[in-house]
Protein backbone atom coordinates (compact mmCIF):
# COMPACT_ATOMS: atom_id res chain seq x y z
CA UNK A 1 0.00 0.00 0.00
CA UNK A 2 1.32 3.28 -1.23
CA UNK A 3 1.08 6.54 0.91
CA UNK A 4 -0.13 9.49 -1.09
CA UNK A 5 3.01 11.45 -2.75
CA UNK A 6 4.25 14.31 -1.52
CA UNK A 7 2.40 17.52 -2.75
CA UNK A 8 -0.52 15.07 -3.41
CA UNK A 9 -4.02 16.41 -3.42
CA UNK A 10 -4.56 13.92 -0.51
CA UNK A 11 -1.70 15.76 1.66
CA UNK A 12 -2.84 19.29 0.38
CA UNK A 13 -6.55 18.39 1.28
CA UNK A 14 -5.28 17.12 4.57
CA UNK A 15 -2.91 19.75 5.23
CA UNK A 16 -6.13 22.25 4.71
CA UNK A 17 -8.02 20.91 7.06
CA UNK A 18 -5.54 20.22 9.94
CA UNK A 19 -4.52 24.08 9.47
CA UNK A 20 -8.21 25.11 9.75
CA UNK A 21 -8.81 23.11 12.38
CA UNK A 22 -5.84 21.81 14.25
CA UNK A 23 -3.71 24.48 16.08
CA UNK A 24 0.35 23.88 15.93
CA UNK A 25 -0.74 20.66 13.82
CA UNK A 26 2.63 20.56 12.55
CA UNK A 27 3.55 19.57 16.69
CA UNK A 28 2.44 16.02 15.96
CA UNK A 29 3.77 14.77 19.56
CA UNK A 30 1.41 16.67 21.50
CA UNK A 31 -0.82 14.82 22.51
CA UNK A 32 -3.59 17.33 21.78
CA UNK A 33 -2.40 17.69 18.37
CA UNK A 34 -2.57 13.59 18.05
CA UNK A 35 -5.73 13.28 18.77
CA UNK A 36 -6.69 15.94 16.79
CA UNK A 37 -5.58 14.10 13.79
CA UNK A 38 -7.65 10.93 14.97
CA UNK A 39 -10.38 13.05 15.48
CA UNK A 40 -10.36 14.57 11.65
CA UNK A 41 -10.01 10.69 10.24
CA UNK A 42 -12.94 9.54 12.62
CA UNK A 43 -15.47 12.54 11.75
CA UNK A 44 -14.56 12.35 8.26
CA UNK A 45 -14.88 8.69 7.83
CA UNK A 46 -18.27 8.24 10.21
CA UNK A 47 -19.54 11.36 8.05
CA UNK A 48 -19.09 9.41 4.68
CA UNK A 49 -20.10 6.03 5.57
CA UNK A 50 -23.66 7.24 7.27
CA UNK A 51 -24.00 7.93 3.60
CA UNK A 52 -23.24 4.62 1.89
CA UNK A 53 -24.79 2.81 4.47
CA UNK A 54 -28.16 4.47 4.06
CA UNK A 55 -27.93 4.16 0.29
CA UNK A 56 -26.72 0.61 -0.20
CA UNK A 57 -29.34 -0.67 2.59
CA UNK A 58 -32.09 1.11 0.91
CA UNK A 59 -31.03 -0.21 -2.71
CA UNK A 60 -30.35 -3.76 -1.05
CA UNK A 61 -33.47 -4.20 0.15
CA UNK A 62 -35.47 -2.87 -2.78
CA UNK A 63 -33.15 -5.32 -4.87
CA UNK A 64 -33.07 -7.91 -2.73
CA UNK A 65 -29.43 -8.23 -3.11
CA UNK A 66 -27.72 -10.06 0.36
CA UNK A 67 -24.38 -8.76 -1.36
CA UNK A 68 -25.36 -5.38 -1.05
CA UNK A 69 -27.13 -5.53 2.27
CA UNK A 70 -23.94 -7.03 3.77
CA UNK A 71 -22.22 -4.41 2.47
CA UNK A 72 -24.14 -1.51 3.95
CA UNK A 73 -23.94 -3.51 7.16
CA UNK A 74 -20.26 -3.60 6.90
CA UNK A 75 -20.82 0.45 6.32
CA UNK A 76 -22.45 0.09 9.25
CA UNK A 77 -19.65 -1.49 11.09
CA UNK A 78 -17.01 1.33 9.63
CA UNK A 79 -19.17 4.08 11.10
CA UNK A 80 -18.44 1.80 14.77
CA UNK A 81 -14.75 1.81 13.85
CA UNK A 82 -14.76 5.34 13.24
CA UNK A 83 -16.49 6.26 16.58
CA UNK A 84 -14.05 3.94 18.30
CA UNK A 85 -11.03 5.85 16.68
CA UNK A 86 -12.78 9.02 17.81
CA UNK A 87 -13.27 8.04 21.64
CA UNK A 88 -9.50 5.77 21.38
CA UNK A 89 -8.03 9.21 20.61
CA UNK A 90 -9.76 11.04 23.47
CA UNK A 91 -8.98 8.72 25.83
CA UNK A 92 -5.44 8.13 24.76
CA UNK A 93 -4.48 11.34 25.12
CA UNK A 94 -5.45 11.98 28.88
CA UNK A 95 -2.15 12.54 31.35
CA UNK A 96 -0.67 9.90 33.16
CA UNK A 97 -1.44 9.53 36.61
CA UNK A 98 -0.50 7.56 40.17
CA UNK A 99 -2.62 4.16 38.73
CA UNK A 100 -1.01 4.51 35.11
CA UNK A 101 2.17 6.61 35.22
CA UNK A 102 2.94 6.31 31.27
CA UNK A 103 -0.13 7.47 30.01
CA UNK A 104 -3.39 5.80 28.33
CA UNK A 105 -1.34 5.84 24.93
CA UNK A 106 -1.99 1.69 24.30
CA UNK A 107 -5.70 3.03 24.42
CA UNK A 108 -5.31 3.33 20.50
CA UNK A 109 -4.49 -0.21 20.33
CA UNK A 110 -7.39 -1.20 22.43
CA UNK A 111 -9.75 0.60 20.48
CA UNK A 112 -8.46 -1.01 16.98
CA UNK A 113 -8.78 -4.77 19.24
CA UNK A 114 -12.76 -3.27 19.51
CA UNK A 115 -12.75 -2.61 15.79
CA UNK A 116 -11.45 -6.13 15.03
CA UNK A 117 -14.54 -7.52 17.43
CA UNK A 118 -17.26 -5.96 16.00
CA UNK A 119 -15.73 -6.85 12.15
CA UNK A 120 -15.72 -10.44 13.05
CA UNK A 121 -19.52 -10.48 14.84
CA UNK A 122 -20.62 -8.86 11.96
CA UNK A 123 -18.76 -10.87 9.38
CA UNK A 124 -20.52 -14.13 11.10
CA UNK A 125 -23.87 -12.59 11.02
CA UNK A 126 -23.14 -11.70 7.34
CA UNK A 127 -21.94 -15.29 6.58
CA UNK A 128 -24.81 -17.06 7.79
CA UNK A 129 -27.41 -14.88 5.42
CA UNK A 130 -25.00 -15.89 2.33
CA UNK A 131 -25.35 -19.76 3.42
CA UNK A 132 -28.98 -19.32 3.73
CA UNK A 133 -29.17 -17.46 -0.34
CA UNK A 134 -26.77 -20.07 -1.04
CA UNK A 135 -28.55 -22.96 -0.15
CA UNK A 136 -32.29 -21.21 -1.70
CA UNK A 137 -30.86 -18.56 -4.45
CA UNK A 138 -33.24 -15.76 -4.98
CA UNK A 139 -33.72 -13.86 -8.11
CA UNK A 140 -32.04 -10.60 -7.99
CA UNK A 141 -33.53 -6.97 -9.62
CA UNK A 142 -30.34 -5.12 -11.27
CA UNK A 143 -30.44 -1.43 -11.46
CA UNK A 144 -27.80 1.20 -13.04
CA UNK A 145 -28.59 2.41 -9.70
CA UNK A 146 -27.16 0.02 -7.51
CA UNK A 147 -24.03 0.29 -9.56
CA UNK A 148 -23.49 3.78 -9.09
CA UNK A 149 -24.17 3.19 -5.63
CA UNK A 150 -20.99 1.07 -5.98
CA UNK A 151 -18.99 3.11 -8.38
CA UNK A 152 -19.12 6.12 -5.75
CA UNK A 153 -19.02 3.80 -2.44
CA UNK A 154 -15.30 2.44 -4.23
CA UNK A 155 -14.08 5.72 -5.04
CA UNK A 156 -14.79 7.25 -1.46
CA UNK A 157 -13.18 4.29 -0.18
CA UNK A 158 -10.16 4.83 -1.67
CA UNK A 159 -10.24 8.47 -0.86
CA UNK A 160 -10.76 7.63 2.99
CA UNK A 161 -7.69 5.49 2.97
CA UNK A 162 -5.92 7.74 1.76
CA UNK A 163 -6.46 10.21 4.21
CA UNK A 164 -6.59 7.80 7.01
CA UNK A 165 -3.06 6.74 5.43
CA UNK A 166 -1.39 10.21 5.28
CA UNK A 167 -2.63 11.06 8.51
CA UNK A 168 -1.42 8.11 10.26
CA UNK A 169 2.06 8.54 8.80
CA UNK A 170 1.79 11.71 9.73
CA UNK A 171 1.56 10.99 13.72
CA UNK A 172 2.89 7.34 13.33
CA UNK A 173 -0.48 6.43 14.66
CA UNK A 174 -1.25 2.15 13.96
CA UNK A 175 -4.92 2.47 14.59
CA UNK A 176 -5.19 5.02 11.18
CA UNK A 177 -2.83 3.06 9.62
CA UNK A 178 -4.79 -0.05 10.30
CA UNK A 179 -8.61 2.24 9.44
CA UNK A 180 -6.58 2.88 5.76
CA UNK A 181 -6.27 -0.79 4.92
CA UNK A 182 -9.85 -1.38 5.89
CA UNK A 183 -11.28 1.32 3.94
CA UNK A 184 -9.01 -0.32 1.40
CA UNK A 185 -10.28 -3.50 1.67
CA UNK A 186 -13.80 -2.61 1.68
CA UNK A 187 -13.30 -1.04 -1.83
CA UNK A 188 -12.03 -4.28 -3.17
CA UNK A 189 -15.51 -6.15 -1.27
CA UNK A 190 -17.59 -3.15 -3.20
CA UNK A 191 -16.15 -4.88 -6.71
CA UNK A 192 -16.80 -8.16 -6.07
CA UNK A 193 -20.58 -7.35 -4.66
CA UNK A 194 -20.93 -4.98 -8.79
CA UNK A 195 -19.40 -8.50 -9.95
CA UNK A 196 -21.79 -10.60 -8.50
CA UNK A 197 -24.91 -8.39 -9.20
CA UNK A 198 -23.87 -8.74 -12.43
CA UNK A 199 -23.62 -11.96 -12.66
CA UNK A 200 -27.19 -12.33 -10.83
CA UNK A 201 -28.90 -10.04 -13.88
CA UNK A 202 -27.86 -12.88 -15.90
CA UNK A 203 -29.60 -15.64 -14.07
CA UNK A 204 -26.54 -16.67 -12.26
CA UNK A 205 -28.59 -15.87 -8.54
CA UNK A 206 -26.29 -17.58 -6.78
CA UNK A 207 -23.34 -15.24 -7.62
CA UNK A 208 -24.76 -12.75 -5.24
CA UNK A 209 -24.79 -14.87 -2.12
CA UNK A 210 -21.10 -16.12 -3.21
CA UNK A 211 -20.29 -12.19 -3.57
CA UNK A 212 -21.53 -12.10 -0.43
CA UNK A 213 -19.01 -14.66 1.15
CA UNK A 214 -16.65 -13.33 -0.61
CA UNK A 215 -17.34 -9.80 1.48
CA UNK A 216 -17.08 -11.94 4.74
CA UNK A 217 -13.69 -13.04 3.85
CA UNK A 218 -12.82 -9.57 3.37
CA UNK A 219 -14.28 -8.39 6.65
CA UNK A 220 -12.08 -11.23 8.67
CA UNK A 221 -9.43 -10.77 6.92
CA UNK A 222 -9.29 -6.83 7.92
CA UNK A 223 -10.40 -8.19 11.37
CA UNK A 224 -7.20 -10.15 11.52
CA UNK A 225 -4.71 -7.82 10.50
CA UNK A 226 -5.39 -5.42 12.85
CA UNK A 227 -6.70 -7.42 15.79
CA UNK A 228 -3.09 -8.53 15.19
CA UNK A 229 -1.09 -4.60 14.98
CA UNK A 230 -2.86 -3.77 17.84
CA UNK A 231 -1.96 -7.18 20.02
CA UNK A 232 1.79 -6.65 19.11
CA UNK A 233 1.94 -3.07 20.65
CA UNK A 234 -0.33 -4.56 23.96
CA UNK A 235 2.03 -7.47 24.45
CA UNK A 236 5.18 -5.02 24.09
CA UNK A 237 6.45 -6.08 20.27
CA UNK A 238 10.25 -5.37 20.58
CA UNK A 239 11.70 -2.54 19.18
CA UNK A 240 13.38 -2.28 15.09
CA UNK A 241 16.83 -2.99 15.02
CA UNK A 242 17.04 0.49 13.40
CA UNK A 243 15.73 1.98 16.41
CA UNK A 244 17.84 -0.04 18.50
CA UNK A 245 21.15 0.78 16.74
CA UNK A 246 19.88 4.08 17.06
CA UNK A 247 19.63 4.41 21.03
CA UNK A 248 22.96 2.12 20.93
CA UNK A 249 24.61 4.94 18.63
CA UNK A 250 23.29 8.02 21.02
CA UNK A 251 24.67 6.60 23.98
CA UNK A 252 28.05 6.08 22.37
CA UNK A 253 28.26 9.68 21.59
CA UNK A 254 28.34 10.57 24.94
CA UNK A 255 31.88 10.82 26.44
CA UNK A 256 32.65 8.41 28.72
CA UNK A 257 30.42 5.59 27.46
CA UNK A 258 32.30 2.53 26.41
CA UNK A 259 29.63 0.41 25.35
CA UNK A 260 25.38 0.17 25.21
CA UNK A 261 23.41 -3.08 24.95
CA UNK A 262 20.11 -4.47 26.51
CA UNK A 263 18.42 -2.06 25.25
CA UNK A 264 14.32 -1.92 25.60
CA UNK A 265 11.64 0.64 24.19
CA UNK A 266 8.17 0.31 26.12
CA UNK A 267 5.54 1.91 23.76
CA UNK A 268 2.83 4.15 25.03
CA UNK A 269 1.13 5.52 21.81
CA UNK A 270 2.76 9.19 22.09
CA UNK A 271 5.06 8.23 25.29
CA UNK A 272 7.40 5.87 24.74
CA UNK A 273 9.70 4.73 27.47
CA UNK A 274 13.81 3.47 26.69
CA UNK A 275 15.59 1.31 28.71
CA UNK A 276 19.21 1.08 28.22
CA UNK A 277 22.81 -0.17 30.42
CA UNK A 278 25.55 1.95 29.47
CA UNK A 279 29.39 0.45 30.43
CA UNK A 280 31.22 3.40 32.07
CA UNK A 281 35.40 3.12 33.49
CA UNK A 282 35.42 0.78 36.03
CA UNK A 283 37.28 3.58 38.07
CA UNK A 284 35.05 6.02 37.85
CA UNK A 285 33.16 7.85 40.64
CA UNK A 286 29.30 7.38 41.14
CA UNK A 287 28.84 10.82 40.73
CA UNK A 288 30.80 10.83 37.74
CA UNK A 289 29.07 7.64 36.47
CA UNK A 290 25.35 9.57 37.50
CA UNK A 291 26.85 12.41 35.32
CA UNK A 292 27.07 10.57 32.27
CA UNK A 293 24.16 8.48 32.68
CA UNK A 294 22.21 11.77 32.98
CA UNK A 295 23.77 13.20 29.83
CA UNK A 296 22.55 9.67 28.17
CA UNK A 297 19.13 9.70 29.02
CA UNK A 298 18.68 13.66 28.07
CA UNK A 299 20.14 13.03 24.45
CA UNK A 300 17.67 10.16 24.18
CA UNK A 301 14.81 12.47 25.25
CA UNK A 302 16.27 15.31 22.71
CA UNK A 303 16.85 12.64 19.77
CA UNK A 304 13.61 10.76 20.19
CA UNK A 305 10.66 12.94 20.79
CA UNK A 306 7.92 11.99 23.40
CA UNK A 307 10.23 9.52 25.07
CA UNK A 308 11.91 9.71 28.26
CA UNK A 309 14.90 7.20 29.16
CA UNK A 310 16.42 4.68 32.25
CA UNK A 311 19.86 4.62 31.69
CA UNK A 312 21.23 1.48 33.93
CA UNK A 313 25.34 2.03 34.51
CA UNK A 314 27.93 -0.90 34.97
CA UNK A 315 31.39 -1.26 34.52
CA UNK A 316 33.42 -1.82 31.63
CA UNK A 317 36.66 -4.26 32.14
CA UNK A 318 39.40 -4.80 29.61
CA UNK A 319 40.06 -7.81 27.48
CA UNK A 320 44.04 -8.50 27.04
CA UNK A 321 43.32 -7.45 23.33
CA UNK A 322 42.18 -3.79 24.97
CA UNK A 323 38.61 -4.17 23.64
CA UNK A 324 35.91 -3.25 26.28
CA UNK A 325 34.05 -6.30 27.86
CA UNK A 326 30.27 -6.04 29.31
CA UNK A 327 29.72 -6.37 32.67
CA UNK A 328 26.93 -9.06 31.90
CA UNK A 329 26.33 -11.72 29.81
CA UNK A 330 27.13 -11.36 26.07
CA UNK A 331 23.47 -12.19 25.07
CA UNK A 332 21.72 -9.23 27.39
Not at 123 to 139: C, D, K, V, Y
Request: charge should be neutral; hydrophobic fraction near 50%; aromatic fraction near 8%.
Amino acid sequence: MKSARKGSRIEKFNTFLLKRFVRDYENVHDTDVRASYGYIEGILGASIEVLLFTSKLIIGLLSGSIALIAEAFHSLSDIFSSLIVIFGFRFAKQPPDPEHPYGYGRFEAIATLVAAVILVVLGLEIASRSIERLLNPTPIALSYIAIAVLVVNIALKEFLARVAIDLGRRIEAQVLIADSLNQRVDSLAAVVVMLGLIGASFGFNQLDAIAGLAVVGFIFYTAYDIARDASNILLGQAPSEDTIELVRLIARSVDGVKGAHAIHVHDYGVRKVVTVHILVDKDLTVEASHDISHEVAVRIGESMPGATAEVHVGPAYKLKTGSVARAQRPDV
